[in-house]
Structure formats: C-alpha cells, structure tokens
C-alpha cells in the first residue's frame, strides 16, 4: 500500500517516523534539546517526507518536537 507524501504540516506523522528511527534513544528533555538546524535535516531525509527546506519554519518545528515528546510517552510502558 502506497502512503501518501509527508509535508510540513503532518506532525504528528513526522514525529511517529522519528520515533520509529531513533525510538527511546531521545527521550523527552532530549527531543527538546534538539537544534532545529539538526531536526531539519533528520525531518527531509525521512522517508515518504515530500516537503522542502524553504518552507519550514519555527512553529512547523515546534510542533513536530511536541508531537515527537507525545509519540515517545505513548511508546513508555
């Protein structure tokens, strides 16, 4: 089954993806330490992730990092 393309606005869906590659190696204080420079790069080289550089911004950004600290207590059992 074919998924369709990820773009800036699916938080939620970029931050499963980072949880699935990098799983409980951040944990909450981490995620939010992340530099957004570094979060760009990990965010354009998912897979499915259809987006461009130029349109991210800081509030895109912001919410991919409080989805991803929600994906990750969801995960902790």
Do not use: C
Not at 10 to 29: C, P, R, T, V, W
């Amino acid at each position: 089954m074919h998924e369709p393309p990820i773009h800036w606005n699916d938080h939620e869906d970029i931050a499963q993806k980072l949880y699935e590659k990098f799983g409980d190696d951040f944990n909450e204080s981490k995620i939010y330490r992340i530099r957004f420079t570094e979060l760009i790069e990990w965010v354009l080289q998912l897979p499915g992730f259809s987006g461009k550089r130029e349109e991210s911004n800081e509030s895109h950004l912001e919410m991919i990092q409080s989805a991803w600290v929600y994906e990750w207590r969801d995960n902790q059992h």
